[in-house]
């Protein structure tokens, strides 16, 4: 190879991991172990000897496997640590930074930056990825997110590209009976600022009248703060926990933001981020919500000013 093929190849190996970055959040819904499988694929690349690498016609491919292959490993150690974890685990919500007035990510210093805010990576689309075996959430995000043929997909799984497509087809069986038909992105929005409203002003029949009888609220504290360790079931019995929640934290400050891309809010106290709520709304009313407390978690929410 000669040395403009070299570096060509060099330049191609660095530019992949954006997309490693958003293929490894949606295999494990946490920013910190994504850049770790991505930084240990890169490790493994540039371990092998520079002959063996310059044979690799495609190092984006064979990164990509490899990083699919290092988080397959991770999801089948997760549910171990996760018997572990105290209380319910949710993924790392994400923030847009657009919101911060600073335009498109161009550095690669803050992993969160990297990732492309879409569907595929709302909360309620991640919780259903955690229902599905380590091996149809690959084949399923592989495939159905990505677009990676089932050739490329069975290098990763070790299985034969048609026992991929069955664990693909198995994981839409979960997700289309996981999901529930949600309001558009305006009505949503709509929802969340109502809501908001009524926590700000602790009108508990308000609350009650923007939540569905069965929503259910999960909240992950890690341990490491205060929430409830089991979700919270029913309209009224969430409405008259926000309250409370209200009632305990004076100066309490409530902003709209995009979390993970869909419309949600921010609670912030003393100019510190306390929780980050998700939402999934249904003809106009809250089913679901997402509230993440573990500090560990908003690390990427800290970084920047919401202001």
Not at 31 to 36: L, Q, Y
Not at 111 to 132: G, N, Y
Not at 139 to 152: C, M, T, W
Not at 168 to 184: I, K, L, T
């Given at each position: 190879?000669?040395?403009?093929?070299?570096?060509?190849?060099?330049?191609?190996?660095?530019?992949?991991?954006?997309?490693?970055?958003?293929?490894?959040?949606?295999?494990?819904?946490?920013?910190?172990?994504?850049?770790?499988?991505?930084?240990?694929?890169?490790?493994?690349?540039?371990?092998?000897?520079?002959?063996?690498?310059?044979?690799?016609?495609?190092?984006?491919?064979?990164?990509?496997?490899?990083?699919?292959?290092?988080?397959?490993?991770?999801?089948?150690?997760?549910?171990?640590?996760?018997?572990?974890?105290?209380?319910?685990?949710?993924?790392?919500?994400?923030?847009?930074?657009?919101?911060?007035?600073?335009?498109?990510?161009?550095?690669?210093?803050?992993?969160?930056?990297?990732?492309?805010?879409?569907?595929?990576?709302?909360?309620?689309?991640?919780?259903?990825?955690?229902?599905?075996?380590?091996?149809?959430?690959?084949?399923?995000?592989?495939?159905?997110?990505?677009?990676y043929p089932f050739a490329e997909i069975a290098a990763v799984?070790?299985?034969?590209?048609?026992?991929?497509?069955?664990?693909?087809?198995?994981?839409?069986?979960?997700?289309?009976?996981?999901?529930?038909?949600?309001?558009?992105?305006?009505?949503?929005?709509?929802?969340?600022?109502?809501?908001?409203?009524?926590?700000?002003?602790?009108?508990?029949?308000?609350?009650?009248?923007?939540?569905?009888?069965?929503?259910?609220?999960?909240?992950?504290?890690?341990?490491?703060?205060?929430?409830?360790?089991?979700?919270?079931?029913?309209?009224?019995?969430?409405?008259?926990?926000?309250?409370?929640?209200?009632?305990?934290?004076?100066?309490?400050?409530?902003?709209?933001?995009?979390?993970?891309?869909?419309?949600?809010?921010?609670?912030?106290?003393?100019?510190?981020?306390?929780?980050?709520?998700?939402?999934?709304?249904?003809?106009?009313?809250?089913?679901?919500?997402?509230?993440?407390?573990?500090?560990?978690?908003?690390?990427?929410?800290?970084?920047?000013?919401?202001?």
């Amino acid at each position: 190879m000669s040395r403009g093929a070299a570096g060509a190849n060099a330049e191609e190996t660095a530019g992949e991991r954006r997309q490693l970055l958003n293929v490894a959040y949606r295999l494990l819904g946490s920013v910190a172990e994504s850049e770790d499988a991505v930084q240990e694929a890169y490790t493994r690349w540039y371990a092998l000897p520079r002959g063996r690498r310059d044979e690799i016609t495609s190092p984006g491919a064979w990164l990509t496997t490899v990083t699919g292959r290092i988080c397959l490993d991770v999801l089948g150690s997760a549910r171990a640590r996760r018997e572990r974890y105290v209380g319910a685990w949710l993924p790392d919500p994400l923030p847009d930074r657009t919101e911060w007035g600073l335009g498109p990510s161009t550095g690669l210093a803050d992993p969160a930056d990297q990732l492309v805010l879409d569907e595929s990576v709302t909360m309620a689309f991640l919780v259903v990825l955690e229902s599905m075996t380590p091996a149809e959430r690959v084949a399923f995000v592989l495939h159905d997110v990505f677009r990676y043929p089932f050739a490329e997909i069975a290098a990763v799984l070790g299985r034969t590209p048609a026992a991929c497509k069955q664990l693909a087809a198995s994981a839409r069986r979960r997700a289309g009976a996981a999901q529930a038909p949600v309001s558009a992105a305006a009505g949503r929005a709509d929802a969340v600022r109502r809501v908001k409203e009524a926590w700000e002003s602790k009108d508990i029949a308000a609350l009650v009248d923007l939540l569905d009888p069965a929503a259910v609220m999960t909240a992950d504290g890690g341990g490491l703060v205060g929430a409830a360790l089991r979700p919270i079931e029913g309209g009224a019995r969430i409405a008259q926990y926000m309250v409370a929640i209200a009632d305990k934290a004076p100066g309490l400050e409530l902003l709209e933001r995009s979390v993970n891309g869909a419309p949600g809010l921010v609670a912030r106290r003393d100019g510190v981020v306390m929780t980050v709520a998700s939402f999934d709304v249904t003809d106009g009313r809250v089913t679901r919500i997402w509230a993440v407390r573990n500090p560990e978690k908003l690390r990427p929410w800290a970084r920047h000013d919401l202001s």
